[in-house]
């Protein structure tokens, strides 16, 4: 992505108020967050896909992560927490080895400094079984949290395989929402996009819609999610949607081609289309600066 | 085998969803149907490329070898769960040629993201 086009997003985003990205390489991480006491910032990894084996793909699909969580761990100030918006593991049919692979992503990311951190699962974590192992390692698949003034919610849009969120949850939502103001900050925490970015290549929610509607009774709401791949930014009416990147492939722009296929390694430019982000939180504005952070060799 | 007709209706989202199930007669087979048997596996259709003509009902009949699996086929706004042990009817018209994609929207494992293949609509 390039600065024009950066500070376009910028300026259509920042003009409803609602949230501010800012997506570049060359700034060091951590260095310019200016601390006051309603700012805070926190850190987002996806995709890891712990037990992913294609060399084409990623030839150091065993060292993606930890570099990442050693990247985290070098920031020159540490964020409040960190939040893994699922595909924590690549998915499996073998139930030993499903948990093999979240004992070992849960023992990579215990070496993070920061020791407050967040998951969610991902289609890979939670469909096949609907949520089982994943509950074993990582406890509730839909959950909230209160940071500094910031309401976070959790949902799970991966757990039914037919990537519903499904009424439950949604009436769960619908409830937590009432015990809120109609202008708190709210961040949104989930793996699928919830509206319909590219519903052929399986990037949607079969009911993100009716999320969606739900959420829009609220003015200063902020979804944060994964699942494609690639750093994407879209509004919904006032809500704003923030794709992160994997840490372990790329995938192609939505709907650039008639089906998706990973993007292969290229050893001239390594890493490339990976990395994590940190997300700082202005909370007076109700805005969020995302600075994306490449993987580093 | 259980056998299902699924009837479609048009919701708001565009996409024709099951209304009812009743069990299927032989009767229920118009003569000028193409019919199409199309078994689902992990990870494949088979057939994977199918080809039909505009203007003429086609009758899809979907059945799953092993797991639940999903069959969207969004140009046409059709999408159906595929279990083992039904056979799911999807009656449609083709209004337009060209080659469309269909795919497995029901997450099934590893091999999930190549579960797909074509439709192709010729005069």
Redesign the interface.
Known sequence: MTDIINRRDLLKLAGVGVAVFVSGTRARAGSSLQKDTESFYFVQLSDTHWGFNGPNINPDSQGTLKKAVAGVNSLDEQPDFVVFTGDLT????DRKVRRDRMAEFRDIVSHLKVKTVRFMPG?HDA??DRGEAYQEFFGDLHYTFDHNGVHFIVLDN?SD???AVGEKQLQWLQSDLKQVSDDARIVVLTHRPLFDLA??W?WATRDG?AVINTLMTHSNVTVLYGHIHQEHHHMTGHIAHHAAKSLMWALPEPGSA???SQIPWNPAEPYKGLGFRNVAARVRQARYEIEEIPVKG | MKRLVIFLVAASDGYLHQQSIIRSTAQDVRRDEQIIRITASSFEFKPSEITVRKGVPVLLELTSKDRHHGFKLAEFHIRVDVKPGVTEDVRFVPNKTGTFTFFCDVFCGDGHEDMSGTITVVE
């Open positions: 690549q998915t499996t049919d289609e469909s096949l991966v395989p037919t990537a519903p052929d399986d819609a008639p089906r998706k």
